[in-house]
């Protein structure tokens, strides 16, 4: 199977690379340590076209495929993983979602705003007691004939104090269980929608994360995705998607670490010699290097598949679990290889260990995905 990339893909590739590395590069550890959002960088992505990369052009987006936009998450995630969930969700999650289930009112109203950044959303999914178990919904949306009535509370919600556009999931019909929960698009500003403290995170300390609570808030009928009832379908389709963003991401923060590491090796001499002439750095730099390439196979392969209208579900848990796990154990060996430094701020290493992490609990955690592989390989 060929990997080669055209030469839109390459394009898109070097874009990326080169906004992380003149546009965040800079700024980013500030923004980690004052917890502080990228609020001109993510508008500098959407007018570069990086908010919307998949959405069809006549709403604002780039056009591009599923592919194009791991190349570019894997480009920002080296520097920023911060911005990278941003535009993970602004992607995967809420733009792919409403283009591929909205109606043409809804994709009118919000997508050509959401693809330039002239807004940002988000996906409310999960709640103090519905995170892993997304069955068990407690948010609710009881019908009230041309309107619904919500009352809730979502948590650990991405860009939940700066986005306009809310995809709230929530149970219209307890007795239906997951065939009575619908999807919703809530505005920011709409009566009884409140807005919670900011999380004080261990990683990505730059993306907005916030509880958000619903009091008796009033949501049109015509702003439901889908049918009646087609909310939990909604939502494991959009995050079958969102996981390939995701492994993206800890591919892209496994390999801004090992370059990191790389590096250094070159430079730090001990003994006489560049550590990396020493068996025991050489050594954990060609495991990194290996365990890099095998987890971005696996993430292309999960996109080619959604591109080519193949199968994801299976390619997607597997590049997310192997890349999740990959990120963590490359970044704590960059923090060794760095020895003390890597200990520090200003070598960036530390902060990717901290932002690796995340990336086995979001869009469903690696004990989630071997639900989803083994179900799938035991059918």
């Known amino acids: ?3 080669s990339l ?38 500098k992505l959407g007018e570069l076209g990086f908010l919307g990369m998949m959405v069809d052009p006549k709403y604002g987006g780039s056009g591009l495929d599923t592919l194009s936009y791991v190349l570019a998450m894997e480009e920002i995630s080296k520097i920023d993983a911060s911005t ?29 705003k959401l693809t330039t950044g002239e807004q940002i959303g988000a996906f409310c999914l999960s709640e103090p007691e519905a995170g892993s178990d997304a069955t068990s919904q407690k948010t609710t949306a009881i019908d009230m004939g041309d309107h619904y009535i919500v009352n809730g509370t979502k948590n650990w919600i991405t860009n939940g104090g700066t986005a306009s556009t809310y995809i709230v999931i929530a149970q219209t019909d307890k007795d239906k269980k997951h065939r009575g929960i619908n999807a919703l698009i809530i505005e920011k500003g709409t009566p009884g929608f409140e807005i919670g403290p900011k999380e004080n995170k261990l990683g990505i300390r730059g993306s907005d994360t916030h509880s958000l609570i619903f ?3 009033k949501v049109p009928k015509e702003n439901r995705i889908g049918e009646d009832g087609f909310g939990f ?11 390939i963003g995701i492994a993206a991401q800890a591919l892209g923060i496994a390999a801004g670490a090992y370059e990191l590491a790389l590096k250094y ?50 390619s ?43 990336t086995q609990i979001y869009e469903g955690t690696s004990e989630i995905q071997k639900i989803v592989i083994s179900r799938s390989i035991l059918k």
Not at 9 to 23: G, V, W
Not at 96 to 107: D, I, N, R, S, Y
Not at 233 to 243: C, D, E, H, Q
Not at 331 to 356: P, S
């Open 1 to 3: 199977m060929d990997f």
């Open 6 to 43: 055209n030469e839109e893909q390459k394009l898109i590739q070097e874009a990326a690379r080169d906004f992380a590395q003149t546009e965040l590069l800079a700024g980013v550890i500030e923004r980690d340590d004052a917890q502080r959002f990228p609020k001109e960088e993510i508008k």
């Open 84 to 112: 990278s969930v941003v535009m993970s969700v602004n992607n995967s999650l809420v733009c792919w979602g409403l283009e591929k289930f909205g109606t043409e009112a809804q994709k009118e109203k919000y997508l050509t």
């Open 215 to 217: 009091n008796d808030v």
């Open 233 to 243: 379908k909604f939502a494991m389709k959009t995050l079958a998607g969102g996981r």
């Open 265 to 314: 090796s070159k430079e730090r001499k001990a003994f006489g010699t560049e550590i990396s002439n020493h068996q025991a750095i050489a050594f954990k730099l060609a495991d990194m290097h290996t365990e890099i390439q095998a987890a971005r196979l696996l993430v292309y392969q999960s996109a080619l598949d959604k591109d080519n209208d193949r199968d994801y579900d299976l």
């Open 316 to 358: 997607g848990a597997m590049a997310k679990l192997y890349a999740s796990k990959v990120a963590m154990e490359t970044t704590v060996e960059a923090v060794q290889i760095h020895g003390g430094n890597g200990f520090v701020k200003d070598y960036h290493v530390e902060r990717l260990m901290r932002d690796a992490k995340i």
